[in-house]
């Protein structure tokens, strides 16, 4: 019988085929619903770009988070921007923290860059939405990418 890393997926980042915003998206889908982080690549040969999304801290602190529970898709909207694979979607996902935070990931699968928000009543929203405690209460919002190593710093290390 199969264990179950061997029946789970790998990360795919550096595999090649996507681009680097790609990649750091699959990367932090993969945290958020707290998947195991085993690489599916040949680390001997990971780039910088790869080596910087890998070792992101806070999307790791996220991926490791106590609470170990899946994200969940709050909302879908197509848009009219498909890119060549037929993505033409964007959307929100949450997932409950162990110290009573939300991690809130917004996803653009579409082919252009865009501004995108969420509401508080969204974001709480299988907590009564705009009326729950914590939609009224003040809110922290964190870029979990703003602090990743940059390229420079990477290939320096893999050097």
């Excluded at 001997?44 to 988070?65: C, H, K």
Aim: hydrophobic share 45%; glycine share 4%.
């Amino acid at each position: 019988m199969l264990s179950f890393l061997e029946l789970n997926p790998r990360l795919k980042v550096g595999n090649g085929g996507q681009t680097y915003d790609e990649y750091k998206t699959h990367f932090c889908m993969w945290a958020h619903n707290a998947s195991p982080l085993v690489i599916d690549s040949d680390i001997r040969s990971m780039t910088a770009s790869s080596l910087s999304i890998y070792s992101n801290p806070a999307v790791i602190a996220l991926n490791q988070d106590a609470a170990v529970s899946a994200a969940i898709r709050h909302w879908r909207y197509y848009v009219s921007d498909v890119d060549e694979y037929g993505m033409d979607e964007i959307s929100m996902w949450t997932r409950a923290m162990n110290d009573s935070d939300v991690a809130v990931v917004l996803v653009n699968a579409g082919n252009m860059s865009r501004e995108m928000n969420a509401t508080l009543a969204e974001i709480f929203f299988d907590n009564g939405a705009a009326r729950s405690s914590e939609a009224m209460m003040s809110n922290d919002v964190y870029d979990l990418w703003a602090y990743q190593m940059d390229n420079t710093t990477a290939t320096n290390f893999l050097s």
